[in-house]
């Protein structure tokens, strides 16, 4: 089994971009984050076309998440709880046993903002979701845009990002209360030591060479199935090609 996930930055101006990544890997999975359409507008034809299945929830401009499969799931549902602005940030389908789990998490703005405590609150409430909807035995895969870098090897220059809501010491704590569920981040672990980033900032000229940028996308799994990992890794060539997201695609295989 091939999953990945893809921030895609607005999936209709993207849309080739996603659907020639779907034609060239293959994978079984895709998770895409910051679709920004709302459903009547997502270009479901493209996909079903190619033989895809998809399910997406999202809203116009903004958030947005999709999961494109080559199997319809058995179940899917949207959101946290009972908040419906969740709706757009998180996709749970369920393929047989494995619950896969994709999710846009807040990025924060600045930590003295309220979005950044309601970040690390969001989080607190995705340990809650796990915990009482999928329990701690069941074969998970939480995918997504999670908007923290783990450790200084995830981000360039990270004495300069202590400030950063992407990086500040709270919400790398609160991450990883998060995978005490008993989460393995797939890349890190068949990847100990390998300096690679799946966010390049827009901002600056992209050169991978220089090694200017963010790991804030994973595939984590749970227990049972992060045993049968055997590869993971991420693609930078959508990066350098016209019209790209500033986020790479992020794979993990798995023998299941």
Same mark, same amino acid.
């Given at each position: ?58 809203? !116009? ?99 300069? !990002?202590? !400030? ?93």
């Amino acid at each position: 089994m091939k999953i990945a996930t893809f921030n895609c930055n607005s999936v209709r101006s993207r849309l080739d971009v996603v659907l020639r990544w779907l034609a060239d890997h293959d994978p079984d999975i895709l998770c895409l984050q910051e679709t920004k359409v709302q459903d009547v507008d997502f270009p479901v034809a493209p996909f079903t076309d190619a033989g895809w299945q998809i399910v997406y929830r999202g809203e !116009k401009s903004y958030n947005g998440v999709a999961i494109i499969s080559k199997k319809p799931a058995d179940d899917v549902s949207f959101g946290l709880d009972t908040e419906p602005a969740d709706g757009p940030r998180l996709a749970h389908a369920r393929f047989g046993d494995i619950h896969v789990v994709n999710t846009y998490v807040p990025q924060g703005r600045d930590i003295e903002h309220p979005m950044y405590a309601y970040k690390l609150d969001w989080f607190a409430r995705l340990k809650r979701y796990f915990e009482k909807s999928i329990g701690a035995n069941a074969p998970l895969l939480w995918c997504g845009d999670l908007n923290v870098a783990r450790h200084p090897i995830d981000v360039s220059n990270p004495q300069t !990002k202590l !400030k950063h809501v992407c990086y500040h010491q709270t919400v790398r704590d609160t991450f990883e209360d998060i995978l005490s569920f008993g989460f393995t981040d797939l890349f890190r672990h068949h990847n100990p030591d390998l300096v690679d980033y799946s966010f390049y900032d827009y901002r600056a000229p992209f050169n991978p060479d220089q090694k200017r940028g963010w790991r804030i996308d994973y595939v984590l799994a749970t227990p049972s199935l992060a045993e049968t990992s055997t590869d993971a890794g991420i693609d930078i060539q959508p990066r350098s090609r016209p019209k790209p997201s500033d986020h790479c695609p992020l794979y993990a295989v798995l023998k299941v």
